[in-house]
């Protein structure tokens, strides 16, 4: 396994990551193999969050008897020092440790961004536990280009996560900046939430970019480590095929997909927003219609029961115009 410094925290980080978002798909027992696979293989940094349900609490549980053997990472969307303190313990608690080695600042927007600086804000909370040796370092998540080039204002930020992956560079310039001044990069959706198919082009396509420190990819499978692991070390140029192959992608995907972040969610109608656009890639792009028609069709509600009153729209960090994409799966599944 490669490691890199983490910017300014110092710490040695693998290559390759460990996303903690398909862990809530298994149960504690799996996720226990998982973390002594990740061990054996040198993989050291784990990456969770309060939000995602179940799985502090899972990773919590494996870590038992290796803790030491990990960097943990987690965050939470609490804004203000109240509830972010409430947050922080809620994670050691989860996580069965008493102190974690990056907690984060989840994405927040530019006018939340000043609630969390500001007076009794959660960075407050973050400093003081990182006063008392709870939390060694402070990092903050973003989907917005805008909050991910303030964030590189702040000396207290020493990491940043942000997407970036064979669609979404948009980020590609802040990233060297992030080198420059010594911040550490963590790569988030390097798969786009799942719309790229083909997880070994994609990982080869981030690791070449040298102001990368670390790709997270989420892995609920042993199989998905070795693989994720041979493409993060695969340091070979990519060839004539691969780079046709990735003008492909990027021509399918075009800038106005779903990512699965699900920050969309709830819809006031109850449509599993994510779910119907999954559905609706593989109609369109994958030749998969009859697999794609049978699960739409499974959906308890379909995208035509939308009502336009577009909360979801309010809170998507993509700015997604998911109304009409709506229309739009709905004329094309027929209901």
Request: a negative charge; proline letters at 3%.
């Amino acid at each position: 396994m490669e490691y890199r410094e983490l910017g300014k925290t110092g710490m040695k980080v693998s290559r390759i990551g460990f996303g903690g978002i398909p862990i809530q798909r298994v149960d504690q027992e799996k996720a226990k193999k998982l973390m002594l696979k990740l061990a054996d293989e040198g993989i050291n940094y784990i990456d969770t969050a309060k939000g995602y349900t179940v799985s502090e609490a899972y990773i919590g549980y494996a870590l038992e008897g290796m803790r030491d053997r990990f960097i943990l990472a987690t965050k939470s969307m609490s804004r203000t020092r109240e509830l972010m303190e409430k947050d922080i313990q809620t994670s050691m608690e989860a996580l069965r440790t008493d102190y974690i080695d990056l907690y984060q600042v989840h994405n927040p927007n530019m006018e939340q961004l000043d609630t969390v600086i500001g007076e009794g804000g959660a960075l407050e909370a973050l400093l003081a536990a990182k006063e008392k040796g709870v939390i060694g370092h402070i990092g903050l998540t973003a989907h917005s280009v805008e909050v991910f080039e303030r964030a590189l204002q702040y000396d207290w930020v020493e990491t940043i996560m942000f997407p970036y992956n064979l669609v979404e560079e948009q980020g590609a310039e802040l990233i060297k900046q992030c080198r420059e001044k010594n911040i550490g990069f963590i790569d988030m959706k390097p798969l786009a939430g799942g719309a790229i198919e083909d997880a070994t082009l994609a990982l080869r396509y981030i690791c070449a970019n040298d102001d990368v420190t670390i790709v997270i990819p989420g892995m609920a499978e042993e199989s998905e480590i070795d693989q994720n692991i041979q493409a993060c070390l695969d340091h070979r140029e990519l060839s004539d095929q691969e780079l046709k192959q990735i003008q492909t992608i990027q021509k399918q995907l075009g800038s106005q997909f779903c990512r699965r972040c699900n920050y969309c969610a709830p819809c006031t109608v109850g449509i599993s927003i994510p779910n119907v656009f999954l559905f609706a890639g593989y109609l369109e792009r994958y030749n998969l219609e009859k697999w794609a028609r049978e699960r739409y069709a499974s959906l308890d509600v379909k995208a035509s029961a939308c009502i336009a009153c577009g909360a979801c729209q309010t809170r998507c960090p993509y700015q997604l115009p998911i109304i009409d994409m709506l229309k739009k799966c709905a004329q094309e599944f027929g209901e």
